[in-house]
C-alpha cells in the first residue's frame, strides 16, 4: 500500500489559462535500481540499494512547451503543440527556467534529484515498469509508435497520479554522471561532483526509445549543454 501525502497538491498560475500543476508526493523508503537478473538492466543500475526520500511536490506532468514559453518567453521545441512537453531543451536551460521560475512565483523549484525520479517513477512498484513487467503503446509513448511527442496526459498515470514518467520525452535530473551506484547517497539527495561540465542524468526514455530505455531503472547522461528533440524536464518543488 502506497504511503499517503500530509501535503496537499496545487496549482501555479503562469497567465494566459496556462497552470503548472504540482503532485504531493509522499515520503518513504525504496530500492532504487535494477532488480537482479532485470530484463534490460545495465551494470551503471546497479547495485541496487535502499533509499529514504523526504516528502516533495513533483510536477504533474512534464513541463509543456506553453508553460515554458510563459516563464522563458521562448519555445526551443522541434514537436510544436502547446501540451506538448517541451525539448530541445538543456539542462543549463532547465535550470535557468527553476530559477525564474522560483523568481516569479516566491516559491523554490529545482530540478529533482535523480532517486527522487525514480522514487516517484515506481510509485510503490518493483517491476521494471509502475505499470507491471512490460508496456504497451496504449500506455506509453515509447518506440517511434507515434514517431514524435504527444500531448501530455494522453497516457495513464501511475499511482501517484504522474503522467508520462515513461518514454514521451527523457527528463533532466539534477545529478551528475556516476557509472554506478557505489557511494550513491541514501537521503534522496541528488549526487554531485565540483565538475560543472560533467555530464548530467537523464530518465524515462522518449517516444524515441525501446522499452528497455524507459524501465523505472533506466539511467542515461547526456552533456549539459545538449538538447535533443527528445530531451525536456519536469520540476519539483520544495
Known sequence: ?????????????????????????PGGTFWMGAAENESGASQDEYPRHQVTIAP???????????????VMGSNPSHFKGDKRPVEQVSWRKA??????????????????????????????TETPFSFGDTIAKEQVNYGRNYNQTTDVGCFPANAFGLYDMHGNVWEWCADHWHENYQGAPIDGSAWLTENDNQSRLLRGGSWDNSPDNCRSANRDHYDPENQGFDVGFRVVCV
Open 1 to 25: 500500500m502506497l504511503p499517503k501525502s500530509k501535503l496537499e497538491p496545487f496549482a501555479i498560475d503562469l497567465g494566459n489559462n496556462i497552470r503548472l500543476e504540482m503532485i504531493a508526493i
Open 56 to 70: 516533495f511536490y513533483l510536477g504533474k506532468y512534464p513541463v509543456t512547451q506553453a508553460q515554458y514559453q510563459a
Open 95 to 124: 535550470i535557468e527556467f527553476c530559477q525564474k521560475l522560483s523568481t516569479q512565483t516566491g516559491r523554490n523549484f529545482r530540478l529533482p534529484s535523480e532517486a527522487e525520479w525514480e522514487y516517484a517513477c515506481r510509485a510503490g
